[in-house]
């Protein structure tokens, strides 16, 4: 019943892990989205996606790797994980990457870095 | 570049008090203007929307007008109840932008009984 899902909602994890995040959309959209919103709740966006395609890298570290297996589904790995990604990571997703689109978000899941 | 500023928080009402939560913009061409509300521990889900000057968003009480003369987008309630506690996310999009939102930095309502 869910539009956008996230999984997991919560993670721990130690400095120097590798770690992913999973997203799922029902909503029959084609374009997804994954937002990282810091300790102030300051909402950025990393990464857009339309038909499996990248179309936004807002210049995020490439310790972060974006897959989109296909239209329904955008994951986030990243890599050798610190201290500074500690933050809540947003999926969304539009019918399309228009200007006029409504976004819809997942639930968010709180990564934590020790 | 793209901007939004809203005015900080934390805002704190009695219940059926005037909510007015201003937000002003820079972009270059015509941007679409959105509020997003966040519930604790909730992800975001949309307000209300403007594609163009002059229209009027609404939905559940509150509105916003989006004005191009003083680049304003301010969301306004007329009584606000304890359950609109939330944090209010003003935000603009551009033509090919590949969709992408540019927050403001949320404004806190705590509303009280």
């Known amino acids: 019943d869910t539009a956008v899902s996230q999984t997991p909602k919560y993670l721990v994890t130690q400095m120097g892990n590798d770690k992913s995040i999973k997203c799922e959309q029902n909503?029959?959209?084609?374009?997804m989205y994954w937002y990282k919103q810091d300790s102030k709740k300051f909402l950025k966006i990393m990464f857009s996606?339309?038909?499996?395609?990248?179309?936004i890298n807002e210049t995020v570290p490439n310790r972060f790797s974006p897959k989109s297996p296909d239209k329904a589904h955008l994951n986030l790995h990243i890599n050798s994980l610190e201290l500074g990604d500690s933050a809540v990571y947003f999926c969304?997703?539009?019918?399309?990457?228009?200007?006029?689109?409504?976004?819809?978000f997942g639930p968010g899941t709180r990564l934590t870095v020790l | 570049g793209d901007s939004v500023t809203q005015m900080e928080g934390p805002v704190t009402l009695s219940e059926e008090a005037f909510l007015t939560i201003n937000c002003t913009y820079t972009?270059?061409?015509?941007?679409?203007l959105f509020w997003y509300v966040q519930y604790p521990g909730e992800g975001l889900q949309l307000l209300l929307k403007?594609?163009?000057?002059?229209d009027k968003g609404s939905n559940k009480g509150f509105e916003a007008t989006y004005r191009k003369e003083t680049t304003s987008f301010h969301l306004e309630k007329g009584s606000v109840q304890v359950s609109d506690s939330a944090v209010y996310f003003c935000?603009?999009?551009?033509?090919?932008?590949?969709?992408?939102?540019?927050f403001g930095q949320g404004t806190e309502l705590s509303v009280k009984p």
């Open positions: 969304a997703s539009s019918q399309d990457p228009k200007s006029t689109d409504t976004q819809y």
């Open positions: 909503l029959g959209h084609d374009t």
């Open positions: 996606y339309n038909n499996k395609e990248l179309i």
């Open positions: 972009a270059t061409g015509y941007p679409s």
């Open positions: 403007a594609t163009k000057a002059d």
């Open positions: 935000a603009l999009s551009v033509n090919n932008q590949g969709g992408k939102l540019i």
